[in-house]
């Protein structure tokens, strides 16, 4: 949330300070306070995987299969503004977890592996919502 944040704020000072602003139309930037906006489906998808996916304290190896979507689903992105909503709910979750100390749980006891299992049902789901938000229906341009 504070990256959004950061980028509205140079983006509203872009607008409005001739200091910052280019000839013309102003600074030239690459997400737009319109992509944010577009794009908050998106990054609130990411925001319940991503803590999924890059769990800090490690996953069991039946974690692989749904790391291995997520990996794929940011590779095939084709627009700049989806590869930087999934950065920022990204850098969202790194700084979260940069605030916490963990205890992690043993990874091997039934109960967690179990957890496991609902955790991968969920981030499954979600990767398939994920994935019709990218891509275009048929019939319609992006």
């Known amino acids: 949330m504070r990256a959004l944040a950061a980028i509205a704020s140079v983006l509203i000072a872009s ?14 930037v690459p997400y737009s306070l319109v992509d944010a906006q577009a794009g908050a489906q998106l990054r609130a998808e990411a925001s319940i995987v991503i803590p999924i996916v890059f769990k800090p304290c490690g996953s069991s190896p039946a974690m ?33 977890m940069s605030l916490v100390d963990l205890l992690c749980p043993n990874r091997a006891l039934p109960e967690y592996l179990e ?13 398939d919502r994920m994935d019709r938000l ?7 341009d992006k």
């Open 15 to 28: 607008a409005f300070s001739p200091a910052l602003a280019g000839p013309g139309e102003g600074i030239p």
């Open 64 to 96: 692989e299969p749904t790391k291995e979507r997520f990996r794929a689903f940011v590779a095939g992105l084709s627009e700049l503004r989806q590869t930087m909503d999934i950065a920022i709910a990204r850098a969202d979750f790194d700084y979260q």
């Open 115 to 127: 957890s496991e299992k609902l955790e991968i049902a969920v981030a499954n789901s979600v990767l």
């Open 134 to 140: 990218v891509k275009p229906v048929s019939g319609q």
